[in-house]
Each structure stands twice: as C-alpha cells, then as structure tokens.
C-alpha cells in the first residue's frame, strides 16, 4: 500500500484525479465479526484503512487506530468480538469517483473535517470500491500541484520581464546617443513593473516621458503595455513637440480603452477606475526650450546661478482615471535651459519610500536637498549617490513601488 507522492508519480499532461492517489487494499463484508478484522490488522501491518462493503457498495471505513484501540479496552473482546464489524466503522467516510480532480478533492477532504485527513477516504469506480487514499499522500500531492504552478507562472513572468525590457530597450539606446550626461534608473519592484519610460531622438530636438501606471507586478506590467501603446499611437499622429497635447491623448486613449469613459455602469462604465501619473518633456535643440507637461508629476531644475532647487509641479489630475475628464487639457511648461542645469524627473517610487529612524516616506525635501548636493557632478555619479542613499534610507523596509527617474543635462 505505498504510495509515491513525488511530483513524478502525477500524470503530465492532463488534470490528476482522485484515481491518482488510489491504493488497492483488501476491504470485509459489513456481516464479518470484529475478531476477523483485528485477524487482519494483526496479519497485514501495512493496512491503515479498511473498507467495509455491502451490496457490492462501501458504506464505512475501519480506522486502524480506532479500531486497535478499542478492542485493547477490558472486556472490549468478550462484547464486541463476535459482532459485526460496522460496531467500529465510521459510518459517514469521505466517499470520491476515481474522476474526481484533486482541487475538488482537497476542498471536500477539508469539509470533511479531520477523519479524512487522519483516516484517509474511499475511492470508488461507478460506485464500487476502486480503492483507498490517504490525508498525507493529497496533501504532498496538493503541495507539488501548487509549487508546479508557482513554476509556471514564474517562468511566465520572467519571460514577460525580458519582453518589457526589451520594449524599453530602443528608447535607452535612443537617450545615449541624444545625451552625453543622462542617466534613466528604472526598477520594477517586482520581477515586472507598472513604471515605464519612453525617450526617441529628431532632428530638431527629443521627446522623453517616464509614467507611473497603477499597480505593479503583473497588473502594473499590463497597464504600461496600454499607456505605452497609446502613447507612440499619439506620437505617430501629432508629434513630439506638443507635450500637454499627448498627454490629453494617452488620457483619451488608456480611458477607451478601459471603459471608463462614464462613471455609471448604467451608462456603460466598469469597475475600472486605473490610470497613470506622467511627465512628458519635448526639447528643442535650437532654442533650448523645454516644454513640461505633468500628471502629478514634478519637474525639478537645478540652474548652476541659483542656490535653490525649482521645482515645477505637475497638474493634479492623473490621466486615464475615471475621475479625469475625457477632454481634459494638460498645458505646457516652457522652461528657458541655462547650459549645465540640471534637470530631474521621478516617479513617487523614490519619494514615497518608507525608511529612516522615524520609518516615514524619503520625501522631495531630502530629494531636493540631495540635488542639491549633487548639481557639479555628472548624472550618472548623481543617480548612484542617490540610489546609494534611498538604500540607506530603506534599511529593513521592504521596497514599496517600482522606480523610475531621469536625470540629465540638455
């Protein structure tokens, strides 16, 4: 009556089944005698459950234990031995058809309470005995089903975070052959990310954007394939050079596109209420004019002649969220560039991280201040000072959102 629980034992390619966890055991007649039950516990050391038949049909199951630890009790032989042995059966067992799944089995073993578990259930082929399982042996197999999905969609995922990468790829080569000083840190708090950013070269100047989609992980990765989409969409149509204008248009597009146009589910909306904050920049090479568009986003520039950091708020309205209006117009920012200004845009990934001696959020003050501190060095020597510090920060807390942020010199 062994039984290999290992992931091997289980078929590959269809759903197991109760017939999976199946023994073949001996099973008595409902008229047979204790003292021929405990005959055979006392012969087969190895049987833990005994079915017990009538009419061709189980309708009880001898728990070994149960049983061996009642007939021990004084007089216990003298009484019960020459009755039948349902005297000792639990009348009410876990009965299964070979073809039930394991999922459905699991469920009606915990419903069954703990006999099932302990005592093991009945396994029956068009209601006739097939045979016996066992508590431990679905709890090993349920175990393996489970840590086979985990795999699987593991795997998935990590593919699906060499297919967001790559998507980003195009746009970090892009950056590195418009900008000498530049740096884009992008890092997804899970294995995939709901942060995307997007950068692409012209002839008259470039076009950059870094967003924040709702959620991360999966459903965050889901949400930067629509934005992202919608975005080059509205790229393709009207150009780069008009920041609030595509903005409007990804607010436009991402809401079609989720059905929350209208609020009301009578009026044709869902339970749907997902969007993104964004920052998108158009430069002009000539002028050196920068053109900033937010959604609850800032913008923030370190002049070399001034000693404070400006920041440059983004408006606060998010796009795409059933609370945006469908003709919502962002408007454009034009930011005279001095040359070696700094310029820095993130994602609330970074401020709204928790840490410190106080365990509260890293805030724009501290961002600020690290800007600040860092306005004479090249972005990438900014970037790992400033990521040095955020772990610093961090310590012990666990990583609260993806992070996104861009820091560069025009």
Not at 136 to 148: C, D, G, I, P, R
Not at 190 to 215: L, Q, S
Request: contains cysteine; hydrophobic residues 40%.
């Amino acid at each position: 009556m062994e039984f290999n629980a290992s992931r091997l034992h289980l078929p590959r390619f269809r759903l197991s089944v109760a017939a999976d966890l199946c023994v073949e055991t001996v099973s008595v007649q409902s008229d047979v005698s204790n003292f021929a039950v405990l005959e055979l516990f006392t012969e087969r050391r190895d049987l833990m459950s005994l079915p017990v038949i009538e009419h061709g049909r189980p309708i009880g199951l001898i728990s070994r234990n149960i049983f061996l630890s009642q007939m021990s009790k004084p007089f216990y032989h003298e009484v019960y031995g020459k009755k039948s042995c349902i005297a000792f059966m639990d009348k009410e067992p876990l009965i299964v058809d070979a073809g039930m799944s394991i999922e459905e089995l699991a469920f009606r073993a915990v419903e069954s309470g703990e006999k099932a578990l302990a005592d093991g259930f009945i396994v029956t082929r068009e209601q006739a005995l097939a045979g016996v399982g066992f508590g431990l042996q679905l709890m090993n197999v349920v175990a393996n089903l489970q840590a086979e999905k985990n795999r699987q969609i593991m795997h998935s995922i990590d593919y699906a975070s060499v297919i967001q990468r790559a998507l980003l790829s195009t746009s970090s080569q892009a950056l590195g052959e418009a900008l000498d000083d530049a740096h884009l840190e992008w890092q997804p708090r899970d294995v995939v990310g709901g942060d995307f950013y997007h950068f692409a070269r012209y002839p008259d100047g470039w076009f950059a954007a870094i967003a924040d989609c709702t959620g991360h992980g999966v459903p965050g990765a889901f949400m930067t394939l629509i934005s992202s989409s919608t975005l080059s969409q509205a790229l393709q149509q009207h150009g780069p050079r008009d920041p609030a204008r595509l903005l409007s248009q990804v607010n436009r597009g991402v809401k079609t596109m989720l059905g929350q146009v209208e609020r009301s589910p009578e009026r044709g909306g869902n339970a749907s209420d997902d969007g993104l904050d964004a920052a998108f920049l158009w430069f002009d090479s000539a002028s050196r004019r920068l053109s900033f568009a937010g959604a609850r986003l800032p913008l923030y520039q370190v002049d070399p002649q001034q000693p404070a950091v400006l920041t440059i708020d983004g408006e606060r309205m998010g796009a795409g969220y059933v609370d945006t209006p469908l003709d919502y117009q962002w408007t454009n920012r034009i930011l005279d560039v001095a040359p070696g200004s700094l310029l820095f845009l993130a994602t609330d990934g970074l401020t709204d991280q928790i840490g410190g001696p106080k365990d509260i959020a890293y805030g724009k003050r501290r961002l600020r201040e690290h800007l600040l501190a860092g306005r004479d060095g090249c972005a990438l020597h900014l970037a790992q000072s400033l990521l040095d510090d955020l772990s610093g920060w961090q310590g012990k807390q666990p990583r609260r959102d993806d992070l996104t942020f861009f820091s560069f010199r025009p």
